[in-house]
């Protein structure tokens, strides 16, 4: 499983990634991330997840075109795979079959 396990961080970074689509990129990504989560997140957190994320092939990255509003830069943007999106769904079914295991009596001390 290693290499493949997502942490809570990854998740909410490939999630944002979704949501983004074709405009995820770093800035982009770390604004969705805080927005959602209200964490306050440090850009290099949300470049290593990302860079991490595309390691294990749950991402792929292009880049974009040079602006000159950042100096002639280009953004690396970043698209979910088919694997990424389906890291995603296996990690949601497996959340709602655990909450779906939690004895009422639990719920009602929460």
Do not use: N
């Amino acid at each position: 499983m290693k290499g493949t396990y997502l942490g809570e961080f990854e998740e909410i970074v490939l999630l944002a990634v979704g949501i983004l689509y074709d405009e995820a990129y770093g800035v982009s990504v770390r604004a969705e991330v805080e927005q959602h989560t209200g964490r306050v997140i440090s850009i290099g957190a949300v470049h290593t997840a990302l860079h991490r994320l595309e390691e294990k092939a749950f991402l792929q990255s292009r880049f974009g075109e040079a602006s000159d509003v950042r100096g002639g830069k280009r953004k690396r943007l970043f698209r979910i795979t088919a694997e990424g999106l389906q890291t995603l769904r296996d990690a949601q079914a497996l959340r709602s079959q655990m909450w779906s295991l939690l004895p009422k009596a639990v719920l009602k001390t929460i």
